[in-house]
């Protein structure tokens, strides 16, 4: 399984970004055997979970921080996870990684996590 996450940058603070995971499956698999979650690492801080979704049960958790703001979608056609992300504040600063984690249950456990994409930066900046 690999994970491609895209479609970060910089923007102002109250602005948009989406983010993408393109995800290429092992043969025989499906979007709907993996829960895809993002995470974000800021500078000087742990990798924390901001947002997951379970494909087959179609459940979603985020974090508190983002509740509201963030939206988490799939689209099983294109095999990519999004992240829609409104209201953009200073603090959501940070690199973002998208990750697969083998079976349904959610979890913002990063350390559950069984394949991870690379980073791609999100900057909040007047």
């Known amino acids: 399984v690999q994970l491609q996450a895209s479609g970060g940058g910089l923007v102002h603070p109250g602005g948009s970004l989406r983010l993408s995971c393109a995800v290429s499956?092992?043969?025989?698999?499906?979007?709907?055997?993996?829960?895809i979650g993002w995470f974000r690492q800021a500078p000087g801080k742990e990798r924390e979970g901001v947002s997951c979704?379970?494909?087959?049960?179609?459940?979603?958790w985020y974090d508190d921080s983002v509740k509201g703001r963030f939206t988490i979608s799939r689209d099983n056609a294109k095999i990519t996870v999004y992240l829609q992300m409104n209201s953009l504040k200073p603090e959501d600063t940070a690199v973002y990684y998208c990750?697969?984690?083998?079976?349904?249950?959610?979890?913002?456990?990063?350390?559950?996590?069984?394949?991870w994409g690379q980073g791609t930066q999100v900057t909040v900046s007047s």
């Open positions: 979704i379970s494909s087959s049960v179609d459940s979603t």
């Open positions: 990750a697969a984690l083998v079976g349904w249950a959610l979890s913002w456990d990063r350390n559950e996590y069984d394949y």
């Open positions: 499956l092992a043969s025989g698999h499906t979007l709907d055997d993996y829960t």
